[in-house]
């Protein structure tokens, strides 16, 4: 059973696609960040996809250890500040060429009102004892920053309040008038060190958040606060099971989805001072379940290519929960695929919601064509770029896209096509027919980094009078890449391709 | 159309089948080996295949500068030795883990007693001037090796006298008599260091090698000289046509070319005392012309299979003619793809015939089934590992391959393959619907690399009485390796892979 | 002020000189071992000490995460084991090239009877819930390690139970009942496992040692337990003050301090059982605190040098307590130098004891001379290899050795010595005159690592009919390696040094 | 003996020192550039020194193989070019971040009319058989490396025309006239690529030197030629005796040579029409001869540390001749210490020149000193750093400087030196003392690098109301770096540095 649609590329004026994809990535909590396999998984996508920044919890938390108290001669309790772990895990994003949105949270042990923690690694979620010492440490902290890094640098981090304060798991009580508080105390301890600092929230997630939302504009512009950003997470899983060690659910309809975005924006707008503020999706993924098998699957990738195309209209950024598998909020995890939110696997392997990324992050030029299956880019020497995708989420059938792009010069055009599906570039299903191993031997993890290559292929065709035509092919699921550029030929004095074989006579080279 | 061969393996006695794919390999002169882009071809080939010998021209040429002359304060001239160079190239040998095989030439300019040249770099071809001076060489040279490398370490370096003197191109009039006094000088210089030294010739190509071989053997019977072993190369191509840049040839009949060894080798048995002397084939390649494109395909890659399945039968050794394309016989190549002997293309970028290596390499076991399409051998641990190839040098059709193991457990297996065939793993087909460029941008060199990796994929079935079944497809000219293992199933606590879907309801995961 | 000591070395017996500085070293609690920075700082260890074991607290701790448990379908708890963090830890101690010296504890929370901690880090310290529950894990622990990496590797890396439960901080109570239950649980869980581990204990420190090692001795003679060695730990520090972050103390006087260790080898050897009977120091250093400025000086390297010409009299093995600065037990450091145990400092900065160490593992040889200065060895070529120090824990002044070595050939000979003192090989003096900052630029780090580096210096002379004579300064806790090697002349052919100049004619080059 | 000099620095007005020494650095042949020692040797040289650009012989010589012919099907001999290896060593000049300073020459066998070469290897010398061949060559090189490299990079490669046209061994019979042609042609087919190309000559040496500058000059203005730049040469050595394989002569005056600079300089002012024109020092160092051993020597750095004090007053740049010593102009070297140009010996090892480079290109800011042993600058930061040495042509004294900055507030100050003398930093010291081997073991490779390295030495002090004074001791030949900075007091709480002992009871730490 195949699917076939034509597009005749090109007639459409320009198609408008806004490309954010490479803004920002998510990250297990900063305390991670020390760790070699995280440091390295890192590496790989930054060769690969090349995010700018990068936003995780827990720069407060205790494994990160900077929030120190001390009783001096007096008697009384000071705080003091380590900046240890810290630089190492800043030194450790600029080398790798990334800059961290911060997000400010949890509360310091010492600090805290109470001892409500969540996940494994029970980062403190209740409300600081003293405000004072709140912006205290977050002002010692960019402070520290600025003279370690430069004030000039430093200055173009983001700063976003807390995590899902809409929940009671990440706040006390989800306790509105509480997490309001915070905000206007840290964004006053922002600005003061440096008004430049784009200071943002409330970064909310997908629950009361019509109402969040109205509140805390509301809130800001009766305190006249003006914060640069507003953040909230999008999560596109209706609620899973839990079966063992992992999750289980079903994807929501991805434009419905995208209606809740549709309403934040339209509550921004509403106001008249907040008209036009940029909306950052600071967490996104399909489950919210850092064990949800889905994560690691290439119906994952198709559904996240469909989410790149469009969520430019609604936002500037969209963050993707997470780069890598190192992760601890529901505990270790037990085997390398395991559900995990990364777009890479332990050891270091890519998963195919990977290569859903590099191939956005290369979609870079004028957008010639934009529909629900495929964006066809321009560059500036002519050639063509593109991404294409197969979703699907209820019949699988495969899909045969037939374009015509409008090139007419009579030359030779060389289509090169990466592609990932069930087959190619797909680790989990050579791990799942290896058996599942829970570890893997030096040999297994070389086999299936290999395999999670897209496959690569080539052919050249002509332009005729009416343009090029030619079609993909997508499996279920497919993500495929291509770029078509005309052909320079080059042939060597006496270079023969075919070795003075006929080509036609046989299907070989 | 399509072949189809059925095997049911296992009823067939221990079959025999010497497997010394990994012995020696050949390279471009050993001036080149102070390249930066050679040493990373080689890297490669030996992380991947893993060499244990190299074999190359040029040792004593005046680009090594070892052999030097001056006069001293009484106005003779005397010999002074230059390690220099000698010894970069040995510590980047070894840095590599591979031993030389030592050929002994050609001619350092000062003591050569003519001015004939052989290559664009001008190796001298002629005899000494002096053999007393030449055994000075060479025994300067050995000790040098030993004192720096230890004893124990460099007398397991086999040790090979000039190259293919049978050509008056490589050896002055092809003077059989001279060459013989060349071999009797140094044998005695390199037994005279270390009587353990493996010493041996007449390193002679297939022209009049008959009548070589057999003077050889009745000139070191007279002369009471024991060879260690006997060497000789061995080419696969009819006289190739010129055509620009490149030579064009037709293979030979593969079986009809190895009556040549066998020749050969009845020759060496022939004499009482030479009577199962171990043959070296220190050179064998398809063509024997630097630019012939041949050497770029699956057609070499599934030739040179064919060949390593049989090789071991007639000769202790067979070394490939070469690693890799840092190559200047005929002049320095104009493009990355131009027909140079090696394994890997410049750019590091692997073609082929490095995958048929890599997958004879892995075949260490016990051989059971061996047959013109597919070698198959078991592990200590029970599972199967195989290379199989499809050589179509007319007809080109696929080949379908039915394989019955004789596994009985009811359990199920791994199916692995890895594939290389003219849409994988072939990255001159890539480079060629680019339009053949002379030279790759960083990009295009990455999209070839990327490409030049065999395609990997598993299936699992489960063994019935019969023992297990299961067909492996082979494209013309394709080479496949692959392993079947019986799976121990590690299903993590509530994992399903098919994430609550039925996976028989559609083709996708 | 300068103090003379004049050694005729040679007329001397063979000394007795048992080097075991390289068997083990101690490290940071092991989920510390997941981080890039203490990778790092073990590679540097590695490939300029390198040692055979590595020991350290935590194995079963939280973080490492592998005692998990889960409710069955029945309702019943039950265990399963984590392996992801274990395999990270390990793989990178075998690509480092060190096995562990297993450190059996502490106490998972889900195990654990209560709730009593130790450390910044909350290592539970109570008896298991369970006893089966506990020799369970510790089966599927070294089974799992067994399949991961051989069977023939993992019997080779030692057991020991528990640490330091003779402190009530470390064990509760101090119980020393409990504990020799929880040793006869373990030694039979191990022995079961692999009868070829070797298990052993008691792993106190100087706290009730004497009657502990009795009883434990007595209670294995009694339950016919053979423990394969004996541990225990040694500090030589005098109970430090606390001030600020740091403890200050004062050094024990060494000879003292070593007749502990004589007393535990003598309990020992009072065992008609036991006799004999490896002791293992398994963990040493000068303080037993994290934050003891005395780690990171030049009188804890030449203090250390002392320890290390003695240590063999007594025991088998000695593990330095630790490697590097990645260490929480008391929290993290805040500054680069904070007095941590580590041969390296944050920032992968070499410490003077690190020198200490690297210069013992080059004492390999037969012992020519040894005295509370001075060892020397000849090795197998004849040259001779030396490591000395001044040891001032009083009086400081410079220590001038007078050394005559038996060579009595004519010939010219090559002192080279590594010096490492208060101005050589000592970066915190450098960071301290910097003015002690807490956090390290690029570009300070690296002027601290050159400057950690020692100094080379070479001397030539003679060797009269009364041997070679030559002397040796010793700044303050200077410590000293030094070589004397015969001079092989290899003059160029016109080489000169001096390029001329009359080298008597002044003091330069 | 010790010489000593007082500064009273600061009271002078802002002195004038032009630093061009990280301009420019020259190297053995291009071909040479594709071997691995080679450019290892100038990574090392770029991560500590970072040069701009870099200039040597051969980019048309035949081992680079670019210039090919071959006969058409009408039987006409046709041009082709080669590009393979001028990409590869572009390649790596742009990974190791420098650019080319071309040097055109010398004559491709195939298009030289005669057979007169250069050096054992070969250059050929002559005039090119066609000049329209050699125009076309010129342009098919700059307009390759343009398609590569990107149209705005190349141009900023300066273009020399040939090397050292005035002496008969470079350039047939120093042909003047037949020069003035090749540069005529060769600046018209450059400009036609793109006139934006800086180029210039006539590259001479300090032969006949100014008769060749007037007549060009002349020449150039007569055919109304505009050069953009004009080149020379500068060495600083009597004419040297050869003694076996090595050069000894003596070094000239420095200021008497750097009279023949002031010559050029003022040769160009008095034509009108090239008043001001850049000038550079296209080579420069003491002897001309790649195995003087001088070039490895602390006299030599000192001497070169003295011209780069001096060399920008008349000249826009000066080219250190070599980086490296993978040279081969008079053969090979037979050891690593030999005298050749380069400021890192082969192994890898820097020499005492390599850091007098590494401590001016550090020299950036405003030179607030400037003297005959001494340069000092002020940062942005208002630290201080210099350069100082104590270059000893005859008498070998030491030297202390007496220095005075004007700094007055109440502070500590740290001085942190880099000294590179007899004793430190001068690996060929070491090397004789081995007994000068003619190769080195790994070990004896890694005690030169590591003796190679500056020793590093900090002291601090007060500034009084006089400014902060301090002196500076130099050992003859010595070349010292310094910095003094205002210590920011960091000490953590309750930090003691020396651990509760009395600093002043004693010497040591």
Redesign the interface.
């Known amino acids: 059973m195949e699917k076939q649609i034509r597009y005749q590329i090109g007639n459409e004026t320009e198609c408008s696609f806004k490309n954010h994809a490479d803004y920002c990535v998510g990250t297990g909590r900063m305390g991670l960040a020390?760790?070699?396999?995280?440091?390295e998984q890192l590496k790989l996508v930054q060769e690969q996809i090349g995010f700018r920044h990068i936003r995780g919890h827990g720069i407060f938390c205790d494994d990160m250890?900077i929030y120190?108290e001390?009783t001096d001669e007096s008697g009384s309790i000071r705080a003091?500040y380590?900046?240890?772990?810290l630089?190492?895990v800043m030194d450790?994003y600029q080398k790798l060429g990334i800059k961290p949105f911060l997000e400010l949270g949890f509360m310091p042990y010492k600090m805290a009102s109470g001892d409500q923690t969540v996940f494994y690694w029970k980062g403190n979620v209740t409300p600081p004892k003293s405000y004072e010492a709140w912006s205290g440490l977050v002002q010692a902290v960019l402070l520290?920053l600025i003279e370690?890094y430069g004030r000039e640098e430093v200055v173009t981090w983001p700063v976003e309040v807390w995590n899902e304060p809409n929940l009671p798991g990440f706040w006390k009580d989800a306790d509105r008038e509480e997490y309001f508080r915070l905000f206007q105390e840290t964004y006053y301890a922002v600005k003061k060190t440096d008004s430049r600092f784009l200071t943002g929230g409330p970064a909310i997630c997908g629950v009361d958040d019509v109402l969040w939302l109205e509140k805390f504009l509301e809130f800001c512009e009766a305190q006249d606060l003006k914060p640069d950003f507003i953040t909230r997470h999008h999560y596109m899983f209706e609620k899973p099971e839990?079966?063992?060690?992992?999750s289980?659910g079903a994807l929501r309809d991805p434009m419905t989805a995208l209606g809740e975005l549709k309403v934040s924006r339209e509550i921004i707008d509403s106001f008249e001072t907040f008209k036009g503020l940029p909306m950052h999706i600071t967490e996104f993924n399909t489950s919210y379940s850092p064990d949800?098998?889905?994560h690691d699957?290439?119906?994952n990738a198709a559904y996240v290519a469909w989410l790149l195309s469009k969520l430019g209209d609604y936002c500037e950024s969209y963050s993707y929960w997470t780069f890598g598998d190192i992760f601890?909020e529901k505990?270790?995890?037990?085997?390398p695929f395991?559900g995990g939110f990364g777009l890479v696997a332990?050891g270091t392997i890519p998963k195919p919601t990977f290569w859903t990324f590099a191939f956005f992050n290369k979609l870079q030029g004028r957008c010639i064509h934009r529909s629900d299956e495929l964006i066809v880019v321009q560059k500036d020497d002519g050639s063509y770029c593109a991404t294409a995708w197969n979703l699907?989420l209820e019949?699988?059938e495969?899909l045969r896209l037939y374009l015509t792009l409008p090139e007419k010069e009579e030359e030779?055009y060389?289509l090169?096509t990466k592609t990932v599906d069930?087959?190619?570039g797909?680790p989990?299903?050579?791990w799942?027919?290896?058996?599942?191993?829970?570890?893997l031997?030096k040999e297994e993890t070389q086999?299936l980094k290999?395999?999670a290559?897209?496959?690569?292929?080539?052919?050249?065709f002509c332009a005729s009078s009416c343009g090029i035509s030619f079609s993909i092919l997508l499996?279920?699921?497919a993500v495929v890449w291509f770029q078509l550029k005309k052909?320079?030929?080059?042939?060597?004095?006496?270079?023969?391709?075919f070795?003075?074989e006929d080509p036609a006579?046989?299907?070989?080279?």
């Open positions: 020390l760790q070699q396999q995280y440091q250890a120190q001390y003091e380590n900046f240890t772990y630089d190492m450790a520290h370690r839990q079966c063992g060690h992992y289980y949800s098998p889905i699957t290439t119906v601890e505990g270790v995890p037990f085997t395991h332990n699907c019949q699988k495969c030779e060389c090169l069930e087959a190619h797909n989990r299903k050579i799942h027919d290896m058996g599942e191993p829970s570890w031997s086999i290999d395999s290559q897209p496959v690569i292929h080539t052919e050249t499996q279920p699921n052909i320079k030929k080059c042939k060597d004095r006496g270079y023969d391709y070795c003075g006579a046989g299907t070989g080279n």
